[in-house]
């Protein structure tokens, strides 16, 4: 008896993983790897297969799936890849009770459509989309992935499937980068080639109203640069004597914030704009004294660049920075000077790599200082996040050094998504036509390649565009890099498989307004998706033939 192909089996399988509100970081994150593993165990493949399904642990007590499907003596192997956390519901307001209940939550919205936004009082009036926390990103593609797997179970698809469910995803991506190892071992030890790694993320709108079906041969990367801006402390009453952090860092945030300098265009496809996701100064407390210190962390979008180009427009951005923060502070100490007797002193602002800082604190204090530094912010950094520790490891070191202040620092904080295209590959090139084909001609759906996913994915652990090397300029200015956070470059570089994105349809990632649209899922999807995986087999196999 079959359990998930029908559009009925699929809404409930999908009604019941997001029942589960495995926000990121919560218990309930820890909870769904074993729902997974029980309901693929209950199909008779597994049954006699007992060891082809795993839950594994990653080294902070969460757990990721996998599932492998093997015919023998097959090598081929499609890697169906998704995630099953979620962001949090605050912002469901009073409808937050129902966000985990798709069923009773579209209901709810369809008794109170006049009080919906206008799309979707209009995707109301279909019938055909259900809302929750989840439903379209992405557990209507981890529903699908487990109806993939049953139909491998069954014996559809020439070659094995490999079905990877991870937490994490939506904040450092802890259980796709503790997978690629395990990935590795399970193909030695099941004798597996991989041929292509297939995420079924939902597709995201490029801009509002984008009605446009796409398919994707890559992920989008990204980086986290801050700046720690140190400036000069002193009294509220005496300004002109020191310098504000809070303003060093505005200033910065001025220059950077969707700034079309740093965006990429890669084949008419253009990355968005750095923007602002935390600015705030270093004080723990009230006080008449100025914010002398104060940090500020952009998101950076990375299609084909390598670190050493992102490096040093950064820094130039810091630099023109401080060539107007100098000449905004002589101007107002000149204007104020006509009302008091003094005399406005220069300015003059370092900008540094925070790989430069340390050399220069390595060579005035010491190894031992700097590893007893680390230690103890390391070991005390209790609830704190990757983002506040390597903002406080960069602070203490430049308050140990504040003899170069005033002075702003680049460094960069995790994560970090490396971009990865399979666009001039040839296996993906030729499954793109053929499913172009296939939606046209069977589901008269028009699908648009773009060669990179916007919503940023687990797929940039796929393998490198670059050698490990040339992640250097980051290593090095990544405090946290092996001091809780790190990527497994070799074993990335050994990985290198292609990659595809064919997913849902949805809207309003991240939203209260989140849904995913039925039909399409579990209608045409559900036949496409199978089609794809015999087409990166079949093509796969005639390469090496």
């Not at 369809?110 to 992405?138: C, I």
């Not at 670059?466 to 070799?490: E, F, H, R, T």
Request: hydrophobic letters at 40%.
């Amino acid at each position: 008896m079959q359990k998930w192909q029908t559009k009925d089996q699929l809404v409930d399988l999908l009604c019941h993983l997001v029942s589960i509100p495995s926000v990121t970081g919560s218990p309930a994150e820890k909870d769904l790897p074993g729902y997974v593993v029980d309901q693929l165990r209950s199909l008779p493949y597994y049954q006699a297969n007992p060891d082809h399904v795993r839950a594994h642990p990653t080294d902070d007590g969460r757990h990721f799936v996998t599932a492998l499907v093997k015919k023998p003596g097959v090598r081929d192997t499609v890697i169906l890849v998704s995630h099953f956390d979620v962001v949090d519901v605050e912002d469901y307001g009073g409808w937050m009770e129902h966000a985990f209940d798709p069923k009773t939550l579209t209901r709810l919205f369809q008794q109170n459509q006049a009080d919906m936004p206008a799309d979707v009082q209009q995707d109301l009036r279909t019938g055909n989309w259900l809302f929750g926390r989840g439903t379209m990103d992405m557990k209507g593609g981890l529903t699908l992935h487990m109806s993939m797997i049953e139909r491998a179970c069954a014996g559809e698809f020439d070659g094995n499937v490999l079905l990877l469910t991870v937490p994490d995803e939506e904040v450092n991506s802890v259980g796709m980068r503790a997978a690629v190892p395990t990935l590795l071992k399970w193909a030695e030890q099941f004798d597996l080639r991989y041929t292509a790694v297939l995420n079924s993320e939902p597709m995201f709108t490029r801009f509002p109203g984008d009605q446009t079906t796409y398919v994707y041969t890559g992920s989008i990367g990204k980086v986290l640069p801050g700046f720690l801006c140190y400036g000069k402390e002193t009294h509220v009453g005496e300004p002109f004597a020191g310098l504000n952090g809070n303003y060093m860092a505005s200033q910065i945030t001025c220059e950077l914030e969707l700034n079309t300098s740093f965006c990429e265009v890669v084949e008419g496809e253009a990355s968005p704009p750095p923007t602002n996701l935390v600015q705030k100064d270093l004080k723990k407390e009230y006080s008449v004294q100025i914010p002398h210190r104060a940090v500020t962390l952009f998101n950076l979008f990375l299609l084909e660049k390598q670190m050493e180009e992102v490096v040093e427009p950064l820094l130039n951005a810091a630099r023109n920075v401080t060539a107007r923060i100098r000449e905004t502070y002589l101007r107002h100490a000149s204007q104020f000077a006509q009302f008091a007797p003094f005399s406005p002193r220069d300015l003059s602002i370092s900008v540094m790599t925070y790989e430069e800082l340390y050399t220069y604190a390595l060579k005035t204090h010491g190894a031992d200082k700097l590893r007893q530094l680390e230690a103890d912010v390391i070991a005390n950094r209790q609830d704190k996040d990757d983002r506040d520790t390597t903002i406080e490891l960069v602070d203490r070191l430049a308050i140990l050094c504040k003899e170069l202040s005033p002075m702003i620092i680049l460094f960069f904080a995790p994560p970090f998504y490396p971009a990865v295209s399979s666009r001039h590959h040839p296996l993906i090139q030729k499954t793109v036509a053929e499913m172009e084909a296939y939606a046209r001609e069977q589901h008269q759906v028009t699908l648009v390649k773009q060669n990179y996913f916007g919503g940023i994915s687990d797929l940039s652990y796929v393998g490198l565009q670059y050698p490990a090397a040339s992640m250097k300029p980051l290593v090095a200015n990544m405090p946290l890099w092996n001091n809780g956070y790190s990527i497994p470059l070799q074993e990335l570089e050994a990985f290198h498989v292609p990659v595809m994105n064919l997913g849902p349809v949805g809207r309003d990632a991240h939203q209260w307004t989140e849904r995913l649209d039925v039909d399409y899922a579990f209608d045409t999807l559900q036949d496409m998706l199978p089609r794809c995986i015999q087409s990166l087999l079949r093509h796969s196999r005639a390469a090496i033939e």
